[in-house]
């Protein structure tokens, strides 16, 4: 008997280098438009600007490999920088202004995420109601319930908790913002998370074949709810990163934080329909989507309000890419 | 009609895929009126083949000649325009479909601007009845059975007025009636001066139908002839390249403890009141009708699907919701599909391979290096062939059964439910699984076997379980035949050998 196994398929090979030489042009597109572009300044601003967005795609890149999709982000980072205001303010006339308000503040960001997070998962996973209705709904849900909180108007943190807490934004070590380094972590551990551990192995497991994991005695529905809580959670952390930048929360906060959050994760190369997920491509998928807007306002060569259309440009070619390295694969 | 010029032949044709030839040299000839059977182990060379004939690949070297004379087929369309229609092995049918619409999808008949509905249901009706086939034109066909599908494969070959009709192992998911059915079909056709060309890996029906038979082993074609030169042993000696005398191992079983007690089972829609009884070392056969519930209510026992009943392993009564509960109690199934049930056909054969038991290599981190260690084990175990760095879904099928089989037993069951262990795979292969199944049974596991080949459950089973309609009809020894199983499978009068354990 032969062995009828064509060439060790080398597979999307140009989803792989695609979005690494997008990034590379786009910087060396930068540095000869505008001299500052590559100014120590310049790059931490693209860095903590994509802090944000960039931890809650790092847990889409999750619910994305196993199959999943969280389009509640946006408004659920909302709602919990409105909450997280509100306990705050409130805290203020009993506790008075100092860092344990703050850490309340931050604990109740963290608990509202993962709450946030595990009721999508439950519906999802106990109910067995598509991943999109349900997010679909919760995002909703949470939008109201911001502006609801606010009054139609915009909530403001405690004029002395704020300066207590900017730093949490603006200050860091070594010149490099908390934002950046609270980023870069996430970042490390879901490359390893996703990459070496058994918990990785099972969503991309789930999200290629949910029957062959049912049938390997996965615990589909666990992993699946584990996703979603941890990207909950995820959105928890970057709230309290975000809360200190502006000091108030409305209905217009994280607003279409959702579709970069998830442009993101498929410009760096994971799959949409799952099965296969790559945290360090949604790295590089979300400066990609800074960058551009970056881009646009520093240079005068192309309106600024070109932004959504550039990025709108490069997510469907990123999915255009990924279709001709299955194909060759 | 015997020395009718042939309508298809490939002439010393090679294929390769990159580096690697799987053919070499292949030569075949289909004639006008004959059915010609290709017949060879996985991985042969006969699906390549097939492929070459109908047009779906050009060949590297050598030439197709229609009625004699060179052609290229620039896809299977030109291939389909010259009357050549090939059935596939996996459906190319579109699910949402009617079958109506399926059979005339792309052929639509019209009358001006409109659709020709009356034309196209009469020729429907006209094309059903030829094959004895009663699903009604406007069923959808996500919802017929795997025969059924099949037959609306050939009713759309029969619509084109094909000249040669290929066929990938269209008897594979059909079952005993069924393909009776289908061999009137394939002789109607051979009547009307249509030239067949099909695969099959049940020696019986190519027996039974072929007039000419070509063999194929590693890419060379070993042997072609008149089928009626060859007998159903000689057939498998030349596809093996070894003399096959011994298909099943030879029983060696000593009974140990009860392992697994199970008392009114029950699953509901498919199953009711299943009871038995099965020791260490022991294999029992399932056997039973496509239909009769057998997958159903092991899946059902293993927490894969909802079930009630009383369950028992090693003397405790244990409550099994989940299949990973169900492993945890060292009880584990082995699915009949492969495809879409037992692997990732995207993934690697490591990821493969460890996924049922991945907590074995779970240190915080996956250890890759202890993976790496346990897939050179299970390669040299089972004899598992193909690039080790390539995607399942490129393995042959009898390679992907015996990695599915590597998998299961990485998590190291006590138990282990095998649901047709050799569904589509060639003899070799079949006879090294029974070779493994014989041997864990020896190693003091207990097992069981579920399949529709009833040579298989008795050449390898120490008692025989047969049911029908969801329950079971009776227990049959080591030495039952095939018309005990059949009778008890069918229902038909009580059989005189039927005995209880």
């Known amino acids: 008997m032969s062995d009828v196994t064509a060439s060790a398929p080398r597979r999307i090979r140009m989803t792989v280098i695609g979005p690494i030489l997008a990034l590379i042009l786009l910087v060396v597109a930068g540095a000869m438009m505008n001299p500052n572009f590559l100014g120590w300044d310049n790059v931490t601003n693209v860095l903590a600007r994509s802090a944000f967005i960039g931890i809650i795609a790092v847990g889409m890149t999750f619910v994305i490999t196993a199959g999943g999709l ?14 997280m205001i509100l306990v705050m303010n409130s805290l203020v006339p009993t506790m008075g202004v100092g860092v344990p308000v703050i850490l309340v503040g931050m604990a109740v960001a963290l608990l509202a995420g993962l709450a946030a997070g595990l009721l999508n998962g439950i519906l999802i996973t106990r109910l067995g109601i598509e991943a999109f209705i349900v997010t679909l709904g919760s995002m909703g849900i ?4 911001v502006t609801w909180l606010a009054d139609g108007g915009t909530l ?15 200050g860091g070590v070594f010149g490099i913002t908390w934002p950046i380094i609270v980023f870069a972590v996430v970042v490390i551990l879901g490359e390893i998370v996703m990459r070496s551990t058994a918990f990785g192995r099972y969503c991309a497991a789930i999200g290629s074949n949910d029957q062959v994991a049912r049938y390997s005695s996965v615990r589909v529905d666990r992993v699946r709810l584990l996703t979603y809580a941890a990207l909950g959670l995820l959105v928890g952390i970057a709230t309290i990163m975000y809360v200190p930048r502006l000091g108030s929360a409305s209905s217009a906060t994280g607003m279409l934080w959702e579709l970069e959050a998830i442009a993101a994760v498929i410009i760096g190369g994971t799959v949409l329909k799952g099965g296969f997920g790559r945290v360090w491509g949604t790295v590089i998928g979300v400066l990609i989507l800074t960058l551009i807007g970056n881009l646009l306002n ?13 990025q709108g440009a490069i997510i469907v070619l990123a999915v255009v890419l990924q279709r001709e390295g299955k194909a060759r694969g | 009609m015997g020395d009718a010029v042939s309508v298809l032949a490939l002439r010393n044709v090679s294929r390769s895929f990159g580096p690697i030839e799987v053919l070499h040299g292949v030569d075949i000839a289909l004639r006008p009126g004959r059915v010609h059977a290709l017949i060879g182990e996985n991985g042969a060379g006969k699906s390549t083949t097939m492929k070459i004939m109908a047009g779906y690949q050009p060949p590297s070297q050598g030439e197709v000649l229609l009625d004699g004379q060179p052609v290229t087929f620039a896809s299977m369309g030109q291939a389909e325009a010259q009357g050549i229609s090939m059935i596939h092995q996996e459906f190319n049918l579109a699910e949402q479909l009617t079958v109506e619409q399926n059979i005339f999808l792309g052929r639509e008949l019209k009358r001006g601007f409109l659709l020709d509905k009356p034309a196209m249901r009469a020729r429907t009706r006209d094309l059903l009845d030829r094959l004895e086939c009663r699903v009604s034109p406007d069923r959808v066909v996500s919802t017929l059975s795997n025969s059924d599908k099949q037959m609306v494969e050939i009713a759309k070959a029969l619509l084109r007025e094909t000249r040669v009709l290929v066929m990938d192992e269209p008897t594979a998911v059909l079952t005993r009636t069924e393909t009776a059915i289908l061999l009137r079909q394939v002789r109607a056709l051979r009547e009307a001066g249509t030239a067949v060309l099909f695969t099959s890996h049940k020696l019986d029906e190519v027996e039974e139908i072929a007039d000419d038979l070509t063999i194929m082993r590693d890419g060379r074609v070993v042997w072609t002839g008149e089928a009626s030169l060859m007998d159903q042993h000689a ?22 403890e009860v392992a697994l007690e199970v008392r009114s089972l029950t699953v509901p829609g498919f199953s009711r009141d299943v009871g038995f009884t099965l020791r260490q070392g022991e294999v029992l056969g399932v056997a039973g009708l496509i239909g009769s519930g057998r997958t159903e209510t092991f899946e059902g026992l293993c927490g894969l699907r ?8 090693f003397g405790e009564s244990v409550r099994i919701d989940h299949p990973w509960q169900a492993q945890a109690l060292g009880l584990c199934y082995l699915t009949e599909d492969r ?3 037992g692997l990732l056909l995207g993934k690697g054969l490591r990821e493969n391979l460890t996924l049922q038991a991945l907590a074995k290599f779970d240190r915080g981190l996956i250890d890759t290096g202890a993976e790496e260690r346990a897939l050179d084990q299970a390669i040299a175990d089972f004899d598992i062939r193909g690039h080790r760095g390539a995607l399942v879904g490129n393995l042959s099928g009898g390679n992907q059964q015996k990695l599915l089989f590597a998998k299961t037993l990485l998590a190291d069951p006590r138990i282990i439910i095998i649901d047709e262990p050799t569904r589509g795979i060639d003899i070799g292969t079949k006879q090294q699984m029974y070779v ?7 190693e003091g596991r207990a097992i069981v076997v579920i399949s529709s080949e009833m040579q298989e459950v008795i050449g390898l089973a120490d008692r025989i379980l047969v049911m029908r309609h969801g329950r079971v009809t009776g227990e049959l020894g080591a030495d039952a035949t095939e018309d005990a199983i059949v009778r008890l499978a069918m229902g038909v009068a009580p059989s005189p050998e039927k005995e209880t354990a």
């Open chain 1, 298 to 310: 520093l240079t005068d060569f192309v309106s600024p309000y070109l932004n959504g259309a550039i």
């Open chain 2, 235 to 256: 057939m498998a000696n030349a596809m093996v390249g070894r003399e096959m005398s011994d298909l099943f191992p030879a029983k060696v079983s000593t009974p140990g």
């Open chain 1, 142 to 145: 949470y939008r109201s319930l």
């Open chain 2, 436 to 442: 493994f199944i014989r041997k864990l049974a020896a």
């Open chain 1, 70 to 83: 969280d389009l509640s982000v946006g408004s659920m980072a909302a709602f919990i920088a409105g909450l």
């Open chain 2, 339 to 341: 495809k879409t049930r």
């Open chain 2, 306 to 313: 909802p079930a009630t009943g009383d369950v028992s392993i």
């Open chain 1, 156 to 170: 403001s943190l405690d004029f002395n908790l704020r300066s207590l807490y900017q730093p949490v934004y603006y």
